[in-house]
């Protein structure tokens, strides 16, 4: 089987719920995970709980931090796996760490950079005429270091 990049989102504790603190990380970037291990203690305004990893595999970036605040759905974690069950989470256009080939299909140019960005960043870009995935002197102060829209809206001004 060939291996793969996933972005493991933070999970959806209900309509009401929409942000988590991270309480404790349990993992480090470069950990060997196996699924249902756990990767960190969460917690909302309701309860806390164990989140766990969804599939066998190796941690290659966290987007959140002890004490940070993450909003659901949001991109946890960035892991190398070989699970087929996780393949609708596959992030495209990312190198494998251990093929060194494209995830996914061959025929795709890696990013210019590994930032990550929020959906209203890269939608601030690209109504700015920019390719987000080109941009890599932007600073990242969002939520588990992505790059956030107030992000975006500075780059923009200081590029006048």
Sequence with gaps: MSNFIIDVPVPSMGATVSEL????????????????????ALESDKSAFDFESPGDGTVIAIMAKNGGTLLSGAPFLRMETTDQSLKHLEVQGVRSQ???QAAGTSNLKPQASNLVWTPRAIKLAQEAGLDHAKISDIEATGPGGRVSGDDVAKYLASRK
């Design 21 to 40: 603190t991270v309480i404790n990380l349990a993992i480090a970037p470069g950990a060997k995970v196996a699924k249902g291990q756990k990767l960190a």
């Design 98 to 100: 251990v093929s060194g």
